[in-house]
C-alpha cells in the first residue's frame, strides 16, 4: 500500500503559532486556569509578605499620608492642630491594616507585574520575550509614579478646597468645623492613590496594543476628543465624588492620552495603506459635518 503524497501545490495545513524557543504545543483551557491560579497565588503570597513587613511601619505610614492633609489645615487658618478620630475601638487597627496592605502593594507591584507578564508570556515569541524586564520596570514606575502624583499634587489641592468650605457661613452665621474620622480619611487617600496608579499605566497598555497591532496611532488620534469625555466618566467612577477630584485624575489622563498617542507613532506598527485612508475619509467627514 502506498502512502498518498500531497498534491502540488496544495496548501499545508494551518498551524497556531507555536514559540520559536520552546516549542510548546498551545495550552488547553484548563492549563490556563491552572497556570493563573499559580500566578495568583505567587500574588498573593508577595502582597501579604508587604503588607506584614509594613505593619510594623503603619503609624509612620499614617503619619506620612496624613502631612498634606496638616498643610491644608495651617494655609486655611484654622484653629489648632489638624486632628482626626475613629468612631469603633478597632478603627486604628483597620486603618493601619489598609495602609500596611497598600505599602505591601507597591512592595509587591514589580513581583506582580512580572508575574502578570509570564501568565502571557506562552503566547508570544522568543524575540517579544525580551521585553519582559522594560514591561516590570516600567510598569512598577508609573504605578508608582501615579501613586506620588496623587500624594504629592491631587491630595494638596483637594484638602486645601475641603478644609476651604469651613469656617462661618458669612457675617452671623454658623461656624463649621472639619471633623476628620481616620478610617474615611484613609479610604479617601488609599482610594486616590490607587486611582492615580492604575490610570498611569494607560500609556504602557495602549502601547502594548499598538505593538500587537490591535490599534494604530491614527486611530489613537481619531478616538482622542471621544477620550476627552471618557476620562472624566472614568475619573468619575474611581475617584470621590467631588469635581476637584475628577479634574485632578481626567486631566493628567489626557495628557498621558497623548503620550500614548507618540509612543504608538515610534513603537507601534504603522497603519496600513486602508487604515490612512480611512483616516483620511475620516477626516473629510468631520470637516463637511463640523
Request: glycine share 10%; net charge neutral.
Amino acid at each position: 500500500m502506498s502512502a498518498t503524497t500531497p498534491k502540488a501545490g496544495a496548501s499545508a495545513p494551518k498551524q497556531e503559532p507555536i514559540d520559536e524557543e520552546d516549542g510548546g504545543a498551545p495550552m488547553s483551557f484548563w492549563e490556563h486556569l491552572d497556570e493563573l491560579r499559580k500566578r495568583l497565588t505567587v500574588c498573593m503570597i508577595a502582597l501579604l509578605v508587604g503588607a506584614f513587613g509594613s505593619f510594623a511601619y503603619a503609624p509612620k505610614l499614617l503619619n506620612l499620608m496624613t502631612v498634606p492633609f496638616q498643610t491644608a489645615w495651617k494655609a486655611q487658618g484654622l484653629a489648632g492642630d489638624g486632628t482626626m478620630h475613629f468612631s469603633s475601638p478597632g478603627g486604628g487597627v483597620i486603618a493601619y491594616i489598609k495602609l500596611s496592605m497598600v505599602a505591601g502593594l507597591a512592595f509587591a507591584a514589580p513581583i506582580i507585574f512580572y508575574q502578570l507578564w509570564s501568565f502571557v508570556a506562552p503566547g508570544l515569541y522568543a524575540r517579544e520575550k525580551k521585553f519582559v524586564i522594560p514591561f516590570v520596570l516600567l510598569s512598577t514606575l508609573l504605578f508608582v509614579g501615579g501613586g506620588l502624583f496623587a500624594y504629592t499634587t491631587a491630595f494638596p489641592l483637594t484638602f486645601n478646597y475641603f478644609l476651604s468650605l469651613s469656617g462661618p457661613l458669612g457675617e452671623g452665621g454658623i461656624t463649621i468645623t472639619p471633623t476628620v474620622m481616620m478610617g474615611e480619611y484613609i479610604d479617601f487617600s488609599l482610594q486616590l492613590i490607587l486611582a492615580f496608579g492604575v490610570v498611569f499605566e494607560l500609556p504602557l497598555f495602549l502601547l502594548f496594543l499598538s505593538v500587537a497591532g490591535i490599534v494604530n496611532y491614527l486611530q489613537l488620534i481619531r478616538f482622542a476628543r471621544w477620550f476627552v469625555l471618557l476620562s472624566f466618566v472614568i475619573a468619575a467612577v474611581f475617584t470621590p465624588p467631588d469635581m476637584t477630584s475628577q479634574i485632578i485624575m481626567a486631566v493628567p489622563m489626557i495628557g498621558l492620552y497623548i503620550i500614548s498617542i507618540g509612543l504608538a507613532y515610534i513603537f507601534g506598527k504603522p497603519p496600513t495603506p486602508e487604515q490612512r485612508e480611512a483616516y483620511r475619509r475620516a477626516k473629510e467627514r468631520d470637516k463637511k459635518t463640523g
